[in-house]
């Protein structure tokens, strides 16, 4: 691996010949040449000029044989006149070309980059602090690639799930009507289940379909969830600022009773907390027996039961078949965002794509009908294609996990202050085990992906510069100088801040959740989703997304941290095409769209007889 904590690696004396061509374009990150400019070509024509004959014209025939002397030399010389004019119209050809791709005016971009919310809201990042490189032999062999790539048609490598096998599955969750095991009637049922559901929009989404499930394990009605604040996420939005709460209660009526408010009488029973549940007292992932022996006899005695600060509190296995389909049929079909977000959500497609496109079943899914009305005609114009990348690089992130990400002694103090100011479990955990190293928790794939790791994956698959690229989140740890290897070689950079009018994102304002929700719907509806923490929420709803509606079509590209580790542990010696080689496989692997294994995610992986159909 790269040498960490300074802003450049040093080079090794011994360089092959792909690195020598490349030298020139990353040399210098923090300097004002922060992309390929325009490159003016010219040639100097010198024009010979003769001296004035003392005499007028000479004799005819002296006239004759000096015109034929000249023709004779433009014949000889005519080949290299057109070539060299021939090369002069290539050369402004090829600039004309290279200013429309590259922006020449750098102060226009880092404008728009300005604008992106990458600070975090504990501190103000030094906009000029210098760039923290840990691979700086590798960025240059990158910029060289993209460089000579230009000209070269796409890829399609990862235009479509590395299944051959994937069209064959559909969503089949919401067709079938209710088995006779699920259709309850309200006499016959146990009580009310109130469900305060902590964490952000994913965390809550996950716990509104767990919730469901339980209701329909024990025989109960569901009040429609709550939503704590949480001084992390600080939004105090409820369930109907970001799902249509009528379109859930009426999707889900044949299988579970769902009412908005608990009954009057049982309101003190639940005021003095007689029958309050919380997160610690069930295990996490806990079984049906964990509920029917815990949660059941309370439910029964109070004719209530408060599940407080509720989340993954129920696993996938074993788990009941009817079940198990009713929380696909909760997570793929009955939520469904709010008018405002889905409105909000098209206009931020739209205008990545710019031209319309024929509505796919993911587009109907996540939009509705807002995409119709937002849609624009482009006439033979093909919609631009675009990737969503969604960096978990949040300073939470990176301080939990304990990681070395070259920033030297500086770095290492903000991160341990960070984590005695929010993590204090975590530090007392830490000095009663054994002490691993941040080389060993990197080796061992325990890391989450730089800015600069994730632009040289993307490079390594064959993305071109001009790929455009949605960024979904915010507040990336270091700021602007941590983003320069992205927007650097991909200067397409987008996110919901820069499509989006002040205006128009006024009404999400101060209002995480909701925020998160445009992000789900962008990376969602994108060509191509590229991830860099397999373990996210945000990352596991929306590849699961993407598999159930895509038809094998929406593809989401899954580094493997632990491999990639390795591959970069050569960065100082490792050559451009064996890196490339090497990523493409590791990827292509994490590609493959399997069926659900058992004990996993049903919303992150529903390729299962419990919620798609083979056909």
């Given amino acids: 691996m790269g040498k960490?904590?300074?802003?450049?690696?040093p080079r090794p004396e011994t360089v092959d010949k792909e690195e020598k061509i490349g030298r020139r374009s990353l040399d210098s990150l923090s300097g004002n040449d922060l992309f390929i400019g325009r490159r003016i070509y010219g040639t100097e024509v010198s024009k010979a000029q003769g001296s004035k004959h003392d005499q007028s014209c000479g004799s005819s025939n002296k006239f004759s044989y000096s015109w034929k002397k000249q023709h004779s030399w433009l014949r000889r010389n005519l080949k290299s006149i057109v070539l060299m004019i021939s090369v002069t119209g290539f050369i402004f050809f090829f600039d004309s070309i290279m200013v429309s791709i590259f922006p020449s005016d750098n102060s226009a971009v880092v404008q728009d980059f300005s604008k992106l919310s990458y600070e975090t809201p504990h501190k103000n990042f030094d906009q000029d602090a210098s760039p923290v490189q840990m691979y700086s032999r590798l960025l240059n062999l990158a910029s060289n690639s993209l460089a000579k790539n230009v000209f070269?048609?796409?890829?399609?490598?990862f235009r479509e799930e590395r299944s051959s096998k994937s069209s064959q599955w559909k969503p089949c969750a919401d067709n079938n009507k209710a088995t006779t095991a699920l259709v309850r009637s309200r006499e016959l049922s146990n009580g009310y289940i109130m469900v305060s559901a902590n964490g952000g929009l994913n965390q809550q989404r996950v716990a509104i379909c767990n919730a469901v499930a339980v209701a329909a394990l024990l025989n109960a009605t569901l009040v429609l969830p709550r939503f704590l604040y949480s001084n992390v996420w600080k939004d105090p939005s409820q369930f109907g600022d970001i799902y249509q709460e009528d379109r859930f209660i009426e999707h889900l009526k044949d299988e579970v009773d769902i009412v908005k408010?608990?009954?009057?009488?049982l309101k003190s029973t639940d005021d003095k907390n007689l029958s309050l549940v919380t997160d610690t007292e069930l295990v996490k992932e806990a079984k049906p027996v964990d509920y029917i022996e815990h949660v059941l006899p309370l439910l029964k005695k109070y004719g209530m039961v408060h599940l407080f600060g509720y989340g993954n509190r129920l696993g996938f296995d074993p788990l009941p078949f009817d079940v198990q389909r009713l929380r696909c049929k909760c997570n793929f079909h009955a939520l469904k965002f709010a008018p405002k977000i889905q409105e909000a959500g098209s206009l931020l497609v739209k205008r990545i794509r710019r031209y319309e496109t024929s509505r796919s079943k993911l587009d109907e899914a996540l939009l509705g009908e807002s995409m119709a009305r937002n849609s624009v005609k482009g006439g033979d114009?093909?919609?631009?294609?675009?990737?969503?990348?969604?960096?978990?690089?949040?300073?939470?992130?990176?301080?939990?996990?304990l990681c070395d990400f070259g920033g030297g002694e500086t770095e290492r103090k903000e991160l341990q202050a960070y984590r005695e100011d929010h993590f204090p479990l975590l530090l007392?955990?830490?000095?009663?085990?054994?002490?691993?190293?941040?080389?060993?928790?990197r080796k061992t794939g325990?890391?989450?992906?730089?800015?600069?790791?994730?632009?040289?994956?993307?490079?390594?698959?064959?993305?071109k510069r001009g790929t455009y690229i949605y960024l979904a989140g915010s507040q990336i740890y270091g700021g602007p100088s941590r983003m320069l290897p992205l927007t650097?070689?991909?200067?397409?950079?987008?996110?919901?801040?820069?499509?989006?009018?002040?205006?128009?994102?006024?009404?999400?304002?101060?209002?995480s959740s909701q925020l998160a929700a445009l992000d789900f719907i962008a990376c969602a509806a994108s060509d191509v989703f590229a991830m860099t923490d397999s373990g996210s929420q945000l990352s596991s709803l929306v590849s699961g997304f993407r598999t159930y509606y895509g038809n094998g079509h929406a593809p989401t590209l899954r580094p493997n941290k632990k491999r990639l580790a390795a591959i970069l542990s050569g960065s100082e010696t490792i050559k451009w095409k064996t890196f490339e080689d090497r990523v493409r496989k590791m990827v292509e692997e994490g590609n493959k769209v399997r069926l659900r294994p058992y004990g996993r995610s049903i919303y992150r992986q529903p390729k299962c007889p419990e919620c798609m159909c083979k056909f």
């Fill in 4 to 9: 960490q904590g300074s802003p450049r690696s």
């Fill in 152 to 157: 070269k048609p796409d890829t399609p490598n």
């Fill in 261 to 265: 408010e608990l009954p009057q009488h």
């Fill in 381 to 401: 114009q093909e919609p631009l294609k675009y990737l969503a990348l969604h960096l978990r690089f949040e300073e939470d992130m990176v301080a939990y996990s």
């Fill in 428 to 441: 007392k955990r830490l000095k009663k085990s054994k002490f691993v190293s941040p080389e060993e928790l």
């Fill in 446 to 463: 325990k890391c989450p992906l730089t800015p600069e790791e994730a632009t040289l994956v993307l490079a390594g698959l064959g993305f």
């Fill in 488 to 511: 650097t070689l991909y200067p397409n950079l987008v996110t919901k801040e820069t499509l989006l009018t002040p205006q128009e994102l006024a009404p999400f304002k101060n209002f």
